[in-house]
């Protein structure tokens, strides 16, 4: 996805993070501790993250042993193995809490709201994301070349619309219409399932909607990578009946119709810009 990074992290003289606004809103990793060290004749100050929760270290591994590179699909054993321990998560596994003044109702926002991300852990094979939506930012219709990715929504609640494409290809020419089917259509609360979407099929084009300020987990195997030709793809969706008329290559039934839209591929809209914040919450263990 597009990303920019920005100047969100405010630091103390003595370098230590404190706080990480975004909008009106904060977003905070609470269980940071400092640490005094007495052997020095100066007070020295050291950061410690708190013990990593043993869901979110069997995450990391469990990411080791599944994801094997761009265009692979686990298998059905691997998915449902990855989805239980994903099932698992809580907010806290990250360092978030719903007491966080970010995920508190805020009433109107004058400005077009932001969305934020920050990264757990990226490989080659594989990356671990949480994006912070505030309320009624959305993260716009994209797709995930040659990955599988699961998400589950931590904290809030969001709407999330996604679609397919249909197969063989069907489009308007000369437009760049293109025909897919809806997958997904529905508002997710906290806490819920994992859900999965393959580079085929599972709605693998798909848009994020907060409904209430909220935080989402995603696991992307492989991560986005613009020098290996899998970069993000935006879209506008527009209802099967708009185009009916006009060189239709396909004839579908009404009940068939409804499951239908026509995506058009565009630039990256202003809302796909996010900003990025450092991860302070639990820290993976890589040699386990």
């Known amino acids: 996805m597009t990303v920019e990074t920005g100047g969100l992290v405010e630091q103390s003289k003595n370098n230590i993070t404190t706080t990480v606004k975004h909008v009106n809103n904060r977003v905070r990793y609470g269980n940071k501790t400092e640490k005094k060290n007495r052997s020095y004749k100066k007070m020295r100050r050291e950061v410690v993250f708190p013990r990593v929760p043993d869901v979110l270290q069997q995450l990391f591994v469990s990411c080791t042993q ?23 998560m809580k907010p806290e596994d990250v360092g978030l809490s719903k007491n966080l003044q970010f995920f508190k109702p805020t009433g ?5 709201p932001r969305v934020t991300y920050t990264t757990i852990y990226q490989c080659d ?12 930012a959305v993260i716009p219709l994209h797709n995930h070349p040659e990955m599988t990715v ?47 979407l393959y580079p085929t099929t599972g709605g693998n084009i798909h848009q994020f909607t907060a409904v209430t300020p909220c ?29 009916s008329n006009e060189g ?37 263990i890589e040699n386990y």
């Open 125 to 136: 094979q594989f990356s671990l994301c949480i994006f912070f939506l505030p309320e009624t």
């Open 215 to 243: 935080a989402v987990l995603d696991v992307l195997g492989p991560p986005y990578s613009k020098e290996d030709d899998r970069d993000c793809s935006y879209y506008k969706d527009c209802p099967y009946s708009a185009f």
């Open 108 to 112: 109107a926002v004058n400005r077009t």
């Open 248 to 284: 239709e290559t396909t004839r579908v039934s009404e009940e068939e119709r409804e499951g239908l839209g026509w995506l058009e591929e565009i630039e990256a809209p202003e809302n796909a810009m996010m900003d990025r914040i450092d991860y302070l919450g639990p820290q993976i």
């Open 66 to 88: 599944i994801f094997r590179g761009p265009g692979f699909v686990p298998p059905a054993s691997d998915v449902n193995k990855l989805c239980d321990v994903i099932d698992k």
């Open 150 to 196: 699961f998400s589950k929504v931590l904290l809030g609640k969001m709407h999330i619309k996604s679609y397919d494409w249909v197969e063989p290809k069907d489009s308007i020419p000369p437009s760049k219409l293109r025909l897919a089917r809806l997958k997904a259509n529905s508002v997710y609360t906290a806490p819920c399932n994992t859900s999965v």
